[in-house]
C-alpha cells in the first residue's frame, strides 16, 4: 500500500475505500456476501489505473444502494452507475497481499 501513497490517485483510491468501510457500506456488503476481491481487489500491475479490476469501495462517488449483485453509485449525470459484484473478479488481487521486489510489482 506504501506505493499506493506516492500516487495521486493511489491516494484517492485509499480515502475512497476508507470511507467505504466507515460509513458501513463494507459490512452491509459483506453480509450480501460480496467477497474481498470484490469490494477491494485491483490490478496487481497496474492497481490504480485499472478501472476494469478495481473494487466497488475505490469508487470517487457515492453509495446508494448495496444489493447482494450490486453497488449503486450516485453520479454526475441521469442514471446511477452500479458495480456488479462479478464485475473484476479475473486478475484482481488485494493490494495488500501484492508481492514487491526491488525491480516492482511481481507478475500476476
Known sequence: ?????????????????????ADG??????????DEIA????????PWERL????????????QTVTAEAITFASTGRMPLRHLRTAQ?????LPWER????SGPSSP
Not at 457500506?25 to 460480496?34: G, M, P, S
Not at 469490494?39 to 497496474?46: D, K, T, W
Not at 476494469?52 to 453509495?63: E, I, L, T, W
Not at 473478479?89 to 488481487?93: L, S
Open 52 to 63: 476494469d479490476r478495481m473494487g466497488a469501495a475505490y469508487s470517487p462517488f457515492k453509495v
Open 1 to 21: 500500500m506504501a506505493e499506493a501513497e506516492q500516487a495521486e490517485r493511489g491516494r484517492e483510491c485509499i480515502a475512497a475505500a476508507l470511507t467505504f468501510v
Open 99 to 102: 508481492k514487491l521486489s526491488r
Open 89 to 93: 473478479k479475473e486478475g484482481a488481487r
Open 25 to 34: 457500506w463494507a459490512e452491509q456488503a459483506a453480509a450480501l456476501d460480496w
Open 39 to 46: 469490494l477491494f481487489g485491483a490490478c496487481p500491475r497496474a
